[in-house]
């Protein structure tokens, strides 16, 4: 059995648990609710950066870094499935999941700032800075949003879960702006019923 140490927030957990979903390999994993912040959880044991996602293997191994761990679940599931093996199809994908996780990054470096200083201590320059990218981000996916083809490939979850927490996080402000990728992620969630069921609260 694989464990995944993870947490519901995490959106780079949850394009673990999306992409396990399309693979069929779920059965086969074991989420452990992790908590990065105790330290002593045994998280900084297993992966030296004290981050997840990280992923145990059955030989007690760890992978960590998101774009590993699904590099290693597309290669158990038989490589190619959501992951292109070549051509242009693998870049595209491979700039979208980039795109997607940056997105992400930037999003987390504004709930860190709120979350580990405090208030006299916050710098608006450096939380715009932030949104600043998450805005030209969404603004190049706005004008041309990526196909969704009938089984997403790591970029299309990503992007998902990029948008999910920017729902969670920042109360789903980025929508009013961004009509064509509200609707590109309600097909998604319509193909892909795990990211419901990945859905943090």
Known sequence: MLILRSSPPSPFGRKIKIAAALLNLSDRIKVEVTDTNDPSDTIRKQN?????????LEDGSVLFD?????????????GGKI????????WDTLRLHATA???MDAALLQVYEKRFRPEEHWVAKWTDYQAEKITRALDVLEASPPSL?????????????A??????????????????????LDDFAVK??????????
């Open 163 to 184: 948008l999910g927490y920017l729902d969670l996080r920042f109360e789903g402000k980025w929508r009013a702006d961004y009509p064509k990728l509200v609707a590109w």
């Open 101 to 103: 996780d940056g997105i």
């Open 149 to 161: 083809p009938a089984t997403p490939d790591i970029g299309h979850i990503a992007l998902a879960c």
């Open 83 to 90: 992951i292109p093996r070549d051509g242009k199809p693998r």
């Open 48 to 56: 030296p950066l004290g981050k997840i996602p990280a992923l145990i």
């Open 192 to 201: 892909v019923p795990s990211f419901e069921k990945t859905k943090a609260h």
């Open 66 to 78: 998101s774009p590993v761990i699904l590099e290693y679940l597309d290669s158990l599931a038989g």
